[in-house]
């Protein structure tokens, strides 16, 4: 079974930096697009990137310019480096792969940005 484990949130100050990683088990993982998404309490979830087989990329437009998403196939990783951090980018972060109709999400990490 497919399984998803993320890492690497905290407690960051304003301007600060972090850097999320999506560990995969059980999948044939370059094969598939891979993607970063969050929630707020009281808020919907929403892209942060995404990162396809082939390289493409999409940002969402709060985070572009300041989040980079990248993948390791080898290790099965798919990692999000957040820059300049604000505090409206305190959130669960959440790794999800897309399957077509068996998607998968992780179980999420907390970042927080807070002086």
């Known amino acids: 079974q497919v399984q998803l484990v993320e890492s690497g949130g905290g407690l960051v100050q304003p301007g600060g930096s972090l850097t999320l990683s999506c560990t995969a088990s059980?999948?044939?993982?370059?094969?598939?697009?891979m993607g970063w998404y969050r929630q707020a309490p009281g808020q919907q979830r929403e892209l942060v990137a995404i990162k396809s087989s082939s390289g493409i990329t999409n940002y969402g437009d709060s985070v572009r310019g300041r989040f980079t998403i990248s993948r390791d196939n080898a290790k099965k990783t798919v990692y999000l480096q957040m820059n300049n951090l604000k505090p409206e980018d305190t959130a669960t972060y959440y790794c999800?792969?897309?399957?077509?109709?068996?998607?998968?999400w992780g179980q999420g990490t907390q970042v927080t940005v807070s002086a």
């Open positions: 999800k792969i897309f399957r077509g109709n068996f998607n998968s």
């Open positions: 059980g999948i044939v993982f370059n094969q598939y697009t």
